[in-house]
Structure formats: C-alpha cells, structure tokens
C-alpha cells in the first residue's frame, strides 16, 4: 500500500516537492576554480611535449580544473632526460604547457623555486638562512646551512633568509631573467609550508629590533637566554617573537607577494609554520592556502583509518587551523581559499575515495574553497604500472586505482566549489587572536621559536584560552572568522554592524581572555566601540605585552579597560555565551547534534539567500526538525545527486519555524533560505513524514554469483556465494587480485509493496561499486553510506537482476608485485617510503577486504 505521507503532501499541495533546477552560478574569473586542482610533481623535470599533453588531456576528461607544478628529485636511469630548473629547454616544456592547458581548459600554477622551502644554486652565505649565537656576550649571526629540500636538477642549493627583504629580492631575480619573459605564464605562483628549520635569525635583526622596539636586544641578553618563564624573560622574547613577525612579514610576505603582483601573477602561500601571526601572512597572498594532512578520525561507520598513521608524530587536520586561511580571505574578500588536501591520508595504494569525501567536507565547512589534491606524479606513458611514484600518498594519478571514478569525486567537488566560490561569508562573531600570549609561552619548535603549524594545533592552539574558546564557539553552533591586532585596524562600522576591508559584516567582536594586550589595540576597540561596535570580552587584560617602557603601557592598559567598560556597547562577561545570546547573535543550534557546517549568502537579482553548507561528520545525527537562525522558503541541494527539493517546515514550540532533515553519517548537503513562504505540513503529514524516513527494508538473501573482470593479476574464477564476503577469501589468487568483480543476484519485492521510491543501500563496499539493475544503469556508489535511489519504474515484481561491478584497492596486487619487481622503487632523494617513513615494502602486508561486503537491502521510500 502506498504510503499516506504521499497523500498528506497532496492534501497540502506539495506532492513531490521538487523544484526546477536552479541555473548554473557563473564561476569567477580566475580561471576554472570550481574544478578541483592537483599538485603536478615533474620528477627530475624529466618531461616532454608529448607526454605533458597527454596527461593534461587526462586530466581535463577526468573533471580537474588545473594543475600545480613542483619541480622535484628525479628517478634513477632518466638522468639524460634530466632539464634544469629555468633552463631555456626547462622554460620552453613550461610554456608548451601552458598553451596546452588554455587549450583544454586546465590551468597551470607554478612553485617559486623547486622542492622547498625557496632556496637554491643562487644562494650565498650572504643571503641564506640564519640563526644566532652567542659570542663574547653579544649576539651575532651564524647559518643554519639548511639545504633545499626534495630539490630537482638546477634547483640545489642553501635555503633563501625569509626574514631578509634583500635576500628574497635577489633570490626572486632569478625568474625576472627566465620566467617572466616568458609569453605564457602560470596563473599563480606558490610558496609551501614554511619548513625553514632553526632559522631564527638575519644578518640586520639587531638594528630592526632596535628601531621596532625600543631598546638594544643585547642589553637584555640574559632575559632572552633564559628559559625559566620569568617576567622580564617573558616580555622579552615576546619582542622578539614580534620582531621576527614582522621581518617575516614585510622581508617575505610583502615583497614576495608585490613581486608576483608586478609580475602578472596570482600568489598562493602556505603560511602555517611561520613564526609570525598566520592570519596577516596569509592576508598577504592573493589565495591563502591551508593544509589537510593525515585523516580526520570520523566517527562516521564503516570509515576507515590507516591503523599505520602515527598521530603523535604527524598530527590530524583541525577546522580551526584551517579558519586562519578562510578568516584572511573572509575579511579581506578574496574569492579564493585553497588547501593541500589528502596528503597521506592512508599508506601508498591503500587511499580509497571513500576515505577523501569527508576530508574535502571538512574543509567546505572550515571555508575552504578551492581543492588542490596532494597530487600526481608527472609519469611518461611507455612506463610499465605503477609509474612514477612521489614519496607521499595519496597518488590521484591515472596509475591509481580509484582513476576511473575519480570523476565522481571532482563532479561532486565542481558543484559544492560552483556555490562556495559564488556566495559571500556570512559569519556574526569575530573572535581577536592574542598572539602575545601564545607568544608568553615556551616555544617548542626548533631555535626556541613559536612556529604556528596546522599537524599539531593540540601543542600551540587548542591549549589557549583562544583555542579553547573557538572550540566552544563551534560546539555551541556560533559561525567565528579570526582577526589579528593589525586587520583590527581596518574595521569599520556601520549601521549594519563591524565591517571588514574586504566588506564581510560582523555583529560582535570577541576577545578571548588574555593576560596581555597591545594598548594600541584596545585604542583601536575602544575607537570601534564608541562608533557603535558591540565588542565582548571574556575578562579584560592586566599587562601590555613587550619590555619598553613596559609599567607605563600596562597602566595604560588598565586604563583603557576601565574606559571601555563604560561604553554601552562593550561588555565584560563572565558568561561569554550568555552575553552572546543576550545581543541577539545567531546561532545554529543543531551543531550540538554532530553536525557542521559554514554560513554563506549568495547575492540575488531582488533578495539574496543563505546558504548553508552542511556535512554529517559524526554518528550521531540521522533525521531531525532543526531550527534554522534564517527563515523563509527552504530548499535543499544535494551535490552527490544534483537534485534540489523543497524541505518540509513546521512551527515549532517557540514559534520558530523547523525543517525536516535527513543526512546520514557521510552525507552533506546545501541548504538554501530565501524569501517566500516556506513549505508547512500538518501535524499529521509530519508524523508521516518521520515514520516514512525510517524507511521498511528487505534484505537480499539469494546467492550471489561473483565473476573476476578486469584486473592485475588476471583471474577467469567465478563462484557462487551464498552470502556475502571478500572475494580475498575465494582463492589464494583472488587475494592478491585488484580490478573489478561483478556480484549478480536475483530479488522478488515483497507482495503488497507499492512504493514509489526505493533505496539501494548496499552496506560494506570495498571500494566503489557500479550498479545495474535489469540490465540498465542504476548509478555509482563510491561514498559513504554506500546508497543509490530505484524509481518504483525500474523494479518489476518478480525476477529483478542486479549487477554490481566492485573495484578495488590495488593493494593487494601490490604485495606480488612488490615482491616479484622490486625495482619499480627507482627514485632518487627520499625514494619511496610508507605511512610511517620506513623504506617501502608491501611484500609483509595482509590482503585487505574486498569487493561486495554488504549486508545490501531494499528499502521502500515512498
């Protein structure tokens, strides 16, 4: 029997609910940036005209959007192919790529320089990289001799002194010679993770410090040397710290970044790692960029984890790392965010596109925008498989098993980037970032400085009353950007309330608490309060951070907080999200029930809507009523499938109107508001509505015949199972197999079912199935959970076929041909490596589970 919720809709005139499809959002004019792009590694530059086009027309037909190229080491036996970096031949295989990506649409950017950090043959012990030393009880100037790292022919050599305006200059003239004349240049230039190890030092720092603080370093020698946290130790190194922000900032941020500007080009930086303020760094570029290393550790079920991933030494990504990028971008309106994304996320051939759907949604929800894969290796064609392999997985290249469906995956990317990239942030709190307290603590990283890096927030960020309180921002459902004490500076208010440079609007500025705090920032609180800015702060400060004249500017401090504990406008709280809710700030209190997910609007012709981006990231949310803090007309977006339908609204107990959602653990979805009435169903059809989303499911109980296809090594085997299992366990051969195996089997629906709509879950796949039924296309499930929707139109009463071609990981084909062709590990500098930096060696590795897993059910719909 059909189910009433059909005719409750029908009673109310939303039978269906499915709209029109909205029209495409005109990508913006940076070049195909919805697209997902890729790191493109040229081992030893061993490359040529043939093969780059060939490759770049793979990726063009695969759905990728761009390219990102790093000259990198080389593999052993092509040393004649070898082309130094900026070499004329090196400069003509470049702009031959360029023509061919403007040609299929694929754009190209290009590091400065060649492995990292910036370095190379140019750089002398004048301009290298620096770290002081002691001598004779003054400070002076010694090097780190720190080499380039993973560097490619032409590119060896000493690393480049970031904090030395003059040093990059001359380094960067070595591509005012060769690159810039050039006819065909990249879209962007691009700067890594700042990876300068113990540099701490240039050959100027003295006289800077000196005329940026205030006083002579070396007459407070013994304050800078001491590690036992003593209050003029702390003020000291904390000047110290600032200074070297500062070098760091204008010596390279600024004049690598006016350099690209002047040259034609965009600027992409990885800014973490720096021992500077990240978000005035990444402001500085034109794409800040973040980093998505390791795996997340979802609770999602049946998502896997590397069990070889080791957490301590490597760490996991973190949203709140990722928001310094999105936050310099959000307030200063640039279009683009990026990040280095799946980079190890599992051991070599062991990646699954199951495993990076969620990586890519985290990142959507931490503001990021514009996907680059960590990344391909350059391979010439007439190279037997696996090809040319980079040192770190993940190998999204056409040798990687999951490449015939990698389309899948950056269909799915396009549209979720189509509408980020198109839509304005939309974020009520910004949260004050008090470096001068990080800076108060004891540095851990290398040359006794605080390097700011995205692997291991929990030592730098999560700690600190800052870190603690974004976190509570997040959980509690508020939508927080960052500012630092110099884009303060740049705010202005209005009557819609603070507003950034880059035109974002901000209902409240919250300043975590922190012992010190610059006076020049609380003048600069102080000027936006008595403007009308509403401003919280979770206790006020006591000190002004800094040795000058260090009594006079904490009174100063003192004085200027009980200044503004006067104004109307400000309010000192002891219950900072009491005070946000007493102003009225919006909140998304669905969060606390496992989901995430960032706040946008999109400008419209006469309204503009909100959208939300939301991912279901835990085990914990399936289906609910949820308050959202916008109202109107609601409609629901799936990227995965391209539909969009009208969701199901209710009045609430408070008065405020509710919609129904439903988003399983794995899945993700837009949500638009616009204006309009929204969708209201009774209290029956709601009822309805909830009953019928559990859904009634039949189990496929039949055997199931399973035939080896396509694959390495190559097996005729077919079998009859009677249920389920990996196909490892048919046959010692099998075990070793990676391809595709078809599960076929026969179903009956159940007598009396008259859906109109079924759902296909089939449990457990290993790694992406493509599924028909009666002999017609049903779809791809290579995510999770693994699910595809049956019109009622396809299923027959009796006798329903259906074949499902799995395609597994190439891991355990790995473990034979490791053992019987162990010189396909021919590559100079690191060579090859596994998950934990050990020599590679798979020939020890168990035959991991594949195929049909299941357990696979019908389930009736509608």
Known sequence: MKHVFILGLLVISLSCLVEAQPKPTPQIATGNTAKPWTYWWWMGSAVNEADITHQLEQFAQAGLGGVHIIPIYGVKGYEKQFIPFLSDRWLAVFAHTVREGKRLGVGVDLTTGTGWPFGGPGISTSTAAKVWKVENGKLTTALTNQQVKRPAPGGQGLVVDYFNKQAIQYYLQRFDSTLNRLPEKPRAVYNDSYEVYGANWTDNFLSEFKARRGYD?????????????????????????????????????????SWASKAGYLSRNQAHGSPGNLIDLYAKANIPETESFGSSRFPIPGLRVDANYEVDRFGTPNPLAMKFASSAAHLLGKPLVSSETGTWL???????????KPQMDELFAAGINHIFFHGIPYSPQAEAWPGWVFYASTNYGPSSH???HLPQLNQYIERCQTRLQASKPDNDVLVYFPIHDLWATKAKSAGGIHQLEVHHVEQWLL???????????TQHGYSFDYVSDELLKRLTVNKQGVRSPGGATYQVVLVPNSTYLPETTLKQLEQLARQGARIVFDGLPQQAPGFHDHQARSAEVIRLGKALQQLKTVTVSTDVFHSLMQLGIRVEPWVGEGLSFIRKHRP??????????ITNLGNQFHQNWITLSATGRVTRYDPLTNQTKLLPTRTGKVGQNQVFLQLEPGQSCFINVSSGAPAFVNETAQKQLENVAKGQSISLTNPWQVQFLKGRPNLTTTATIPALTSWTTL??????????????????????????????????????ADVRLNGQPLGTAW????QLSIPANQLKSVGNKLEIDVTNLSANYMRLYDRQNPGWKKFYDINIVDIRYRPFDATRWEALPSGLLGPVKLTALE
Request: with cysteine; hydrophobic share 35%.
């Open 217 to 257: 370093l070396n007459s407070q020698l013994a304050s800078l040397l001491d590690t036992t946290q003593t209050a003029e130790s702390i003020l000291v190194h904390q000047d110290y710290h600032q200074t070297l922000s500062e070098l760091l900032h204008d010596g390279f941020a600024t004049t690598w970044g």
């Open 731 to 768: 046959s010692d051969s099998a075990s070793y197999f990676s391809g595709i195996a078809r599960y076929t089997t026969t179903f009956d629906l159940p007598a009396g079912s008259n859906a109109s709509t079924y759902q296909l879950n089939l449990g457990d796949v290993r790694e992406v």
């Open 604 to 613: 419209g012709i006469s309204t503009d809507t909100t959208q939300y981006f």
């Open 346 to 356: 599992a051991n070599h051939f062991q990646v699954s596109l199951s495993q990076l």
């Open 463 to 473: 700690p600190q009353p800052f870190g603690k309180l974004c976190e509570q921002l």
């Open 402 to 404: 999951f490449w015939p």
């Open 783 to 786: 995510c999770i959970p693994f």
